[in-house]
């Protein structure tokens, strides 16, 4: 009986002193990539604080909360934007992303592009039949002009498709896990840029969609306007939700402007259950001839406009759901 109780007594010890083991392997399973690595010194009003999975938040020391060029280039490249893919974005963008932080996620981008003509056919508009919807085109002014009372030039191939001022792609920002260590949270970035007004000014959309096991928690948009190269404006838009799954943003083209830029962020989670699964958000921006702007329809990664005349561009990015 001695000895029996001896074997119980040292078992509950043994399973005693495993508890408090397995309990701080999963904290320290939690709290291993918040910790900060480094502190990175950009100059006497910034450093950056560098998580261990790569992330990085700023360190302000001035009271406006602003970045110079020169700062949001150094926080990007040490988010870990490319030099060249710095140079491909627009300066709203760069500010948006640089000022909320994070490490920038490997994706691939598939864009393309549309032409919705007064027939209601949506024909895609590649390089090997630019030519043919130029013509295309050019068949309609007159339809498309009378419509809208305007003249009838709606501008050639060379100023519309093969050096057309619309440039629009998304992104993917990891920002970290839920506090329960649950959850990875993503910011889902897509931007409309026009780098000169379009020759039609009217109301344009940008909308967006993401998977069913993604849940937003968080939507803004910010329409970023270049007076002149140094006087801009930025206003604050105001997001429609769209569903679960998907939200849009429209703005309109009044008034004189050098180029205009809007960018809309959403905040989504997704289970750490999906690590290591594909990632993907999808978005649709219309650029109408006409008064009418379409309505969309939104599912899990998709998206759909009404009837419209005018350009379409569409496009999709994909990631690898991690931490890393």
């Known amino acids: 009986m001695k000895k029996l109780s001896k074997f119980l007594l040292t078992i509950s010890a043994a399973l005693l002193l495993l508890v408090p083991v397995t309990v701080n392997a999963q904290e320290n399973a939690i709290n291993e990539e918040d910790l900060s690595i480094d502190n990175i010194i950009i100059d006497s009003n910034l450093s950056l604080d560098k998580k261990a999975d790569g992330r990085v938040y700023l360190q302000m020391r001035n009271s406006d909360n602003s970045l110079t060029v020169s ?22 963008l760069i500010q948006e992303i640089s000022l909320n932080g994070g490490k920038k996620v490997d994706t691939q981008t598939t864009i393309k592009q549309y032409y919705n003509s007064t027939d209601g056919e949506k024909y895609p508009v590649t390089n090997e039949n630019r030519k043919e919807i130029e013509a295309l085109r050019q068949k309609e002014t007159g339809v498309v002009n009378k419509t809208v009372a305007q003249s009838s030039n709606i501008g050639t191939m060379s100023d519309v498709y093969q050096e057309y001022p619309f440039t629009g792609t998304g992104y993917v920002i990891y920002r970290g896990k839920t506090s329960n260590a649950k959850e990875f949270i993503y910011d889902y970035y897509n931007t409309a840029f026009w780098a000169e007004s379009p020759y039609y000014k009217y109301i344009d959309k940008l909308a967006s969609s993401w998977q069913s096991f993604a849940t937003s928690v968080g939507r803004e948009a910010k329409l970023t306007t270049w007076l002149s190269p140094q006087l801009s404006n ?8 769209e569903g679960i799954n998907g939200s849009s943003v429209k703005f309109d083209h009044s008034g004189l402007y050098l180029s205009k830029n809007l960018v809309l962020k959403e905040t989504v989670t997704i289970p750490v259950s999906y690590k290591g699964l594909t990632g993907k958000h999808i978005a649709k921006y219309a650029h109408p ?11 899990p990664i998709s998206l759909s406009f009404s009837s419209y005349i005018g350009d379409e561009w569409d496009w999709d990015v994909t990631f690898t759901i991690d931490s890393k």
Do not use: D
Not at 71 to 92: D, N
């Open 71 to 92: 700062q949001q280039r150094s926080v990007l490249e040490e988010m870990g934007f490319s030099k060249k893919e710095v140079e491909e974005m627009s300066p709203a």
């Open 234 to 241: 930025v206003n604050e838009k105001q997001v429609t939700i």
């Open 289 to 299: 001839y006409t008064l009418l702007t379409p309505s969309v329809t939104v599912g």
